[in-house]
């Protein structure tokens, strides 16, 4: 009967396990100056088919597009990324190439083009959270998301980013646009308050 009763709980714990796996907490998210409750799955994320586990904020689904801190995730595919918050911008490097957004500004500059997002970057609770696919894709990467299990995989060896031979003047775009509603100046790129111990410089995730 005692071994019975073991099975019985090895069996609902793993239920358990199951469960937590597949539906993400109910967590408060503050964004567009409003406070939201995100219940939606855990997203996994994968790059070249490692799993990554971001620490200062986890990928985030909101109106269909995932998001995820950009420095975080992109500097692990080798891309250089630097929030400046004078300008409230997110500048990204990689090879020939350099990407600026804005904060709720739903036009990327990509080599001198201004490129149509269908969502713009967000500050959610205090921290710099892009849209994946599109930084993704415009990088050169393959972006796929799977719906089975609540996965967003990219491999960066897919189709390489268009180069540009023209030098890239990062100073061309110092005064490029302005935006109202952007978070205040002194946010660090990597905190999501001020007593966190999180940075722009800690580790990416391990792997799981």
Known sequence: MKLKWIKWLLVLEMLGMLSSSIHAENIQLTYDGKKHTYSGKTIHLYIDEQEIETKVMPPVKINGCTFVPAKEVFSYTGAEVEWRSEEKSIYIFKGN???????????????????????????????????????????????????????????????????????????????????????????EYGNISSNTTNSANSNIGSSS
């Open 97 to 187: 190439m350099l990407m600026v957004l804005k904060i709720n500004q739903d036009s990327a500059w990509v080599n001198g083009e201004n490129k149509k997002m269908d969502i713009p970057p967000k500050m959610i609770n205090n921290k710099v959270m892009i849209p994946l696919r599109f930084v993704g894709e415009t990088l050169g990467y393959q972006v796929s998301w799977h719906k089975e299990d609540s996965s967003v995989r990219i491999l960066t060896g897919g189709l390489a980013a268009q180069e540009n031979t023209d030098e890239v003047d990062a100073s061309d775009v110092f005064n490029w646009g302005e935006d109202e509603h952007a978070s205040d100046n002194n946010t």
